[in-house]
């Protein structure tokens, strides 16, 4: 599968290296060094992230596709060559496919809206999983408010899987869109999104994934895939926060009318008529996060300079380690035990909350999160309100996963 392969030829990661570049590591909290295990609320960012987007406010900061002076230029080049990391980082086609959003929630709102309010009627069905963050959830509900239409959600196994059968009875020729998340925030499932895709464009359905738990930890290639949306967030992958970006098929961006409108979107405004701008400005009203998208240029510089392929291998070997430990940790369930996993591993412990034993992981240096990681149906479907949660970054040690276990038969000892 061109999107989880796991390449065990890959030399491996100079993990000293990798985390020199990361400022925020070499510091302590509460007297302890940091030890940082919620990547998948945010990534920290490395050095070069940082120096791209001070070097583009300290010498080249201006509008961009406003002024032919040399600032605006700079300005330009500087976002627009972003947007061509993106798309090869993406593997799509064509760069006009790359629309640039504050993040993957702005990007699948665009589509159910933009997308949705032309392309839904009553009657219709959009397709989602019991797994789906709250951001592949709420945009769809809202459009189906507004289009009649109606949301179904496909089943979840025991083990965190998205069982195939319930998802293959749910579609049928009334489903007019798929919506699924390729790598699950709170269970850490990498969903078969090649599969998935073929099954929604045979029942006549187009695919929108949810990357953004997918892009930080696989190599993603939206062409094989198939998929006619993808959505991701730098900040998940090493980059700022608001910024992100959409995928979307040429075809079906060239149909779909403007999601905000405003300055960037427009070739020419009159009272009577305006005509919009070409593709992808036509998504992008207003003046962009123009930093934004310079740093998520150089998070992408810096994915495959590590290498997407090391970074899974790592990772992998990480998750196996944990998730080994954690399994002699006593009364402690795991939720989510997928074959094909990447990045986190949720779970609860007997006769303790979620929300006692974080600010214990905190105070030994852990940033471990607790909640319902915006995941409330999932949590519900394996009868909890809330998970601990470990998720792993590149700079991530086999000895934080160690520490973590220490700190938690601690809490144990604490709280029980
Ligand atoms: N989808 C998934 C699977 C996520 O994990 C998140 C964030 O945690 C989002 C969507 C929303 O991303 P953002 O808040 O960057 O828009």
Known sequence: MTTTTHNSTAATLDLDAVRAEFPILQQQVHGKPLIYLDSAATTQK????????RAYYECDNANVHRGVHTLSQRAT???????????????????????????TTE?????????????????????????EHHSNIVPWQLICEQTGAKLKVAPVTDTGELDLGGFKSLLSDRTKLVACVHVSNALGTINPVETLTRLAHDAGAVMLIDGAQATPHLKIDVQAIGCDFYACSAHKMYGPTG?????????????MPPYQGGGEMIKSVTFEK???????????????????AIGFGAAVDFLNRIGLDRIAQHE??????????????????????????????????????????????????????????????????????????????VYNRREDLDALIEAIERARKMLV
């Open 46 to 53: 490395p050095q070069c992230v940082i120096d791209a987007v």
């Open 77 to 103: 080049d500087g976002y627009e060559l972003a947007r061509d990391k993106v798309r090869s980082l993406l593997n799509a086609k064509d760069r006009a496919e790359i629309v640039f959003t504050r993040g």
């Open 107 to 131: 990007a699948i709102n665009l589509v159910a809206q933009a997308w949705g309010r032309t392309n839904l009627r009553e009657g219709d069905e959009i397709l989602i999983t019991h797994m």
């Open 243 to 255: 910024i992100g970006a959409l995928y979307g098929r040429r075809e079906l961006l060239e149909l």
């Open 274 to 292: 305006t005509i919009y701008n070409d593709l992808p400005h036509k998504f992008e009203a207003g003046t962009p996060n123009i930093a934004g």
């Open 316 to 393: 992998r070997e990480l998750l196996d380690h944990g998730m080994s430990l954690l399994d002699q940790v006593e009364g402690l369930t795991q939720i989510g035990r997928a074959k094909e996993k990447a990045g986190a591993m949720s779970f609860i412990l007997e006769g303790m909350h979620p929300y006692d034993v974080a600010p214990i992981l905190d105070y030994a240096g852990l940033a471990v999160r607790d909640g319902h990681h915006c995941t409330q149906p999932l949590m519900e479907r394996f009868g909890v309100t809330a998970t601990l949660r470990a998720s792993l970054g």
